[in-house]
């Protein structure tokens, strides 16, 4: 147990420790890293650490954070280290880990180590396992991991609030001794539901069931990065979910296994094939297919809402409406007027451009392949796989290049 | 003794020959009504007299030609001055007026009398010739001409405040009528947008979209509407008709229209209340004329006083004829003694008038200063209200509907939410224009009380165009 002298020297190295400024961390290349193939975080980064005596070190810092969700759209949000999600951690099962957790935010803080197996005092639930970290202070969190798999970090103070504006990140634990079928692609992806409403510039916490953007690591479709794989690459993902609803992804082109979830491995007997996992709230689960087909294959929350940006809930059913004498009169009314909706929303996404909206807000529709529009937000990007490309590449190749006769073709009847 | 009634003789008919030359005031001539409504608004009274057809020029025409250019304000004040009939009416009574000059420069004909007797018996005729001319009249007659002058300049006083009421009322009317029209229209922008709305519920529930029960809010929300227009085409009528009779227009249907922009923003910054109140003492001309009252009351009663002892005095000349044909003639004279009757009852009539008249000015005084101080404070308060309604209310409803513009376009909103936002600048705009109107009648009721022009405080026009 370390005394409280001991815990505030540490403290003072600590403070001495903090970097200056909380820039991101480069993704670690698995040349630098051996032991484990480290994990890729979509828009992310992994955090660094330091060997002190045989304990890997890493330093979060808990923190405001300006938050592009694409270009066009900043939010106010709170986070680790610069970012939201917060950088992933990752360690090998059997490490010693310490980490030290500075709270630069405005109110008290905890860190809460989902699904790890940790001293009881080590668990960060403020008030019942610890003191909340107040502003400007510096805890320090140390365990021994006694297990591998996928797991989550977030707060457990004000945890509805700090929640709602970003706080959380993913906590890798990689088998010792490697895996065992090798992963070739190994991705990180935390789900969230954020309420920003349009024309405003930070996250609604006291919203509960109405939220209005969807994200893979705190990004919107189509700024969400794709998930490059080269064919025949097994590829796992993780999922993390930390929102008030549960997401259905699903993969096109394939089925995949779901492997584990925060409460270890699947035994191969027992794991489930799907196209779509139902990721719950405060769970994580892994999923693994080998990608032996080309193509770019879309990968999204099955949840139609959910794969759009901000839109109107409560606007009037417009759906098989005539509204040409209403568009000629409301034209004399309120120059620009369109409308819209009588044929479906499809061709909205063309209007967007000589039609703006709020401030800070993105259109619901966005995106453009290279067939036309795509007409998606939110949940949904897409996994490259292609013949083409270098293990351990992981820059967008580009849109696939179908070969003759493989595309859906119009035909006169 | 021949000597001295031929004096008195010759000195009566000199006084005679003179009083024969009635200098009656010229016809139609009012130097202090056109005076007092020309240095105060501008207005020129005396062109009503030109359409007696002197000059020939027809006020038909005149007004006709008037009534086809946009209208503003002033323009409607100078037809009223021209055509409004009662106005005319009071104008005639100037002529009563001159008449009462008249006949206190008119004395007693002298009046011949005559008896022939002839004798029961015997012959000859008896005559008696008479001849006799009130003079305490004529001894009176110029103390009586200054005193009908001071009544006549009352009379001029009282008319000209009644033209300066005239134009205060037809001021009111215009922008009543203005106000009117311009929130007529906000009224039928609003129609038009709740008839939009129901039209789109009517085809969003022939999609089938939405209930009948939710259709039956938009139809019923239209008749409200419905019910705001014709209240506001209400006002409208009663408005121009007001302005009708203040103009005098007497067509079956009086065609007429406004200037462009009959409610502008103020342009006019208010001088200190003192300032403002000097005026009104200076300029009002009620208080003038009321002060003229008393006046001329005292004037009456001095007159009185100094005369009640001369009641009457007849002076003339007798002849007679004897039967014998033998003829006597010499001076005569009467004289009314002033026992019984020493004009008691006049003087009596005219303090207690006078104390009237007294009182009647305070009276006026204090509820001057009343008007002065309230509209100055009413004037003052809405033209900030305006500012403030201009640079926050109007450009706000306005940014409000171009930013829900912003949220249709991205499919947050609705239709119905950008009508929404519409209406409400609609209102905004016919609260906007009742304002000013208010503001408009404030500073019009703030002219009136300090009895004409508003004190130049360097800037332009008070007149509202």
């Known amino acids: 147990m370390i005394s409280r002298r001991d815990f505030l020297k540490l403290s003072a190295i600590a403070q001495a420790a903090i970097p200056a400024t909380s820039t991101a961390a480069a993704q670690a290349s698995p040349a630098a890293n051996p032991g484990y193939n480290p994990v890729r975080t979509l828009n992310g980064a992994a955090l660094p650490y330091t060997m002190k005596n045989g304990v890997k070190e890493f330093h979060l810092i808990a923190e405001p954070v300006e938050h592009d969700f694409g270009p066009g759209m900043t939010v106010k949000c709170w986070g680790y280290n610069g970012r939201t999600p917060g950088p992933t951690i990752e360690a090998v099962e059997g490490d010693r880990v310490r980490l030290l957790v500075t709270n630069k935010l405005p109110e008290h803080t905890t860190i809460h180590w989902h699904g790890i197996f940790l001293p009881c005092g080590m668990d960060g639930v403020g008030g019942v396992t610890q003191p909340q970290i107040p502003p400007g202070e510096t805890y320090v969190y140390e365990f021994t991991l006694k297990q591998h798999g996928t797991f989550m970090y977030h707060p457990h103070a004000d945890e509805m609030v700090q929640l709602a504006v970003g706080m959380m990140g993913m906590f890798i634990v990689h088998p010792k001794g490697g895996e065992n079928p090798r992963i070739d692609r190994d991705y990180a992806v935390m789900l969230h539901e954020w309420a920003i409403h349009p024309g405003t510039y930070r996250p609604d916490p006291a919203i509960m069931l109405d939220f209005n953007t969807f994200t893979m690591n705190s990004k919107v479709f189509p700024f969400i990065d794709h998930l490059v794989v080269r064919t025949g690459d097994r590829i796992r993902i993780r999922f993390g979910n930390l929102s008030m609803d549960q997401h259905p992804m699903h993969i096109h082109g394939y089925s995949f296994d779901v492997t584990a979830t925060d409460g270890g491995r699947i035994p191969p007997s027992a794991r489930w094939p799907q196209t779509t996992v139902p990721v719950p709230v405060g769970s994580t689960r892994d999923i693994e297919w080998v990608a032996d087909v080309p193509g770019d294959w879309a990968f999204h929350c099955h949840k139609s809402h959910h794969t759009m940006n901000a839109m109107g809930h409560d606007v009037a059913n417009m759906l098989g409406v005539d509204q040409r004498e209403v568009e000629r009169r409301m034209k004399n009314l309120v120059p620009g007027y369109m409308a819209m909706g009588t044929d479906g929303m499809a061709e909205h996404q063309d209007h967007v451009d000589h039609m703006p909206g709020p401030v800070n807000t993105l259109p619901m529709m966005m995106g453009e392949g290279p067939f036309g529009n795509i007409e998606m937000g939110g949940m949904f990007t897409i996994v490259k796989v292609r013949d083409d490309v270098a293990p351990g590449d992981y820059t967008d190749p580009g849109w696939y290049k179908h070969p003759p006769g493989t595309v859906a073709y119009k035909v006169e009847i | ?465």
């Open chain 2, 1 to 465: 003794m021949h000597q001295v009634y031929s004096r008195m003789a010759v000195a009566a008919l000199m006084a005679l020959s003179t009083a024969g030359c009635v200098s009656a005031p010229p016809r139609g001539e009012y130097p202090i009504l056109e005076s007092s409504v020309a240095e105060r608004s501008g207005f020129d009274t005396r062109q009503l007299s030109e359409q007696d057809g002197e000059s020939g020029v027809n006020l038909d025409d005149v007004i006709q030609t008037r009534l086809q250019e946009p209208l503003t304000a002033d323009a409607v004040v100078g037809i009223a001055l021209l055509n409004n009939h009662a106005w005319r009416a009071r104008y005639r009574r100037l002529g009563i007026a001159e008449a009462d000059v008249i006949a206190a420069g008119l004395i007693s004909n002298p009046s011949l009398g005559t008896v022939f007797r002839f004798p029961t018996s015997g012959s000859g005729t008896n005559v008696d010739l008479d001849i006799a001319q009130e003079i305490v009249e004529l001894l009176m007659r110029p103390a009586r001409r200054r005193l009908a002058d001071d009544e006549f300049t009352e009379v001029q006083l009282r008319t000209a405040h009644a033209a300066m009421d005239l134009a205060h009322r037809a001021r009111t009317a215009y922008f009543t009528y203005a106000a009117a029209e311009a929130i007529r229209v906000e009224r039928e922008r609003t129609f038009e947008a709740a008839d939009i709305g129901l039209t789109l519920a009517r085809e969003t529930e022939k999609a089938g979209n939405i209930s009948t029960l939710e259709l039956a809010h938009h139809e019923t929300h239209l008749e409200e509407h419905r019910i705001a227009l014709t209240q506001a085409n209400g006002a409208v009528q009663v408005a121009r008709e007001s302005l009708n009779i203040i103009m005098g227009l007497t067509a079956q249907e009086p065609v007429w229209f406004l200037d462009m922009r009959p409610l502008p923003e103020p342009s006019y910054s208010l001088p200190e209340l003192p300032v403002l109140a000097q005026t009104a003492i200076e300029q009002r001309l009620d208080l003038q004329a009321a002060g003229k009252e008393m006046e001329v009351v005292a004037h009456a009663l001095g007159l009185t006083r100094d005369w009640r002892l001369f009641a009457s005095v007849e002076i003339g000349a007798s002849a007679e004829r004897e039967f014998d044909g033998e003829w006597s003639v010499g001076p005569a004279m009467a004289v009314e003694i002033p026992i019984f009757n020493r004009k008691q009852d006049e003087i009596r009539r005219l303090e207690s008038m006078l104390r009237e008249s007294e009182e009647n000015f305070l009276d006026l005084t204090a509820e001057i200063a009343a008007n002065v101080r309230e509209s100055y404070r009413l004037t003052a308060d809405l033209e900030q209200l305006n500012a403030s309604l201009r640079e926050n209310l109007l450009p706000g409803k306005k940014r409000i509907v171009q930013l829900t513009q912003l949220e249709y376009n991205f499919m947050l909103v609705d239709t119905f939410d950008l009508l929404k936002a519409k209406e409400e600048e609609f209102q905004a705009r016919a609260d906007y224009f009742e304002s000013m109107r208010d503001y408009w009648i404030a500073l019009t009721d703030l002219e009136r009380a300090v009895g004409g022009r508003l004190p130049d405080t360097g800037t332009s026009d008070t007149q509202a165009d």
